[in-house]
């Protein structure tokens, strides 16, 4: 009687497969993608419309005191609501805000 032997994958690849890390990878590179272009862009889009730098710098600085309040509430939200539910918000949620952005 011939046993089959079972290959068993290791590495990487099969954590690649839970649909769970694949929405997180997504999420983030969502969001790593819209603050590179945030912030690069919008700075030099506020001053080209005649910003002064003290209301660049303040875009910036309630942009990222947002950023921190939104992050320090999100666990217990997710918590809550479910982390896929919360990821899948903020993937849209992101998409959303890309949009109308300058």
């Known amino acids: 009687m011939v046993q089959a032997v079972q290959r068993q994958v290791t590495g990487v690849y099969p954590l ?4 769970m890390l694949q929405i997180t990878t997504l999420n983030t590179f969502i969001l790593f993608i819209n603050q590179g272009i945030t912030d690069v ?8 419309v005649s910003y002064t730098a003290t209301l660049v710098g303040t875009a910036a600085t309630v942009r990222t005191a947002g950023s ?4 320090s509430t999100l666990d217990p939200i997710a918590r809550r609501l479910g982390r896929v539910n919360v990821l899948f918000a903020g993937v849209i949620m992101t998409a959303m805000l890309m949009g109308p952005s300058p």
Do not use: D, G, S, W
């Not at 862009?41 to 080209?48: A, D, G, M, S, T």
């Not at 921190?68 to 992050?71: A, E, F, G």
């Open 16 to 19: 690649l497969l839970r649909p």
């Open 68 to 71: 921190v309040l939104i992050k």
């Open 41 to 48: 862009f919008l700075p030099v889009y506020l001053k080209e």
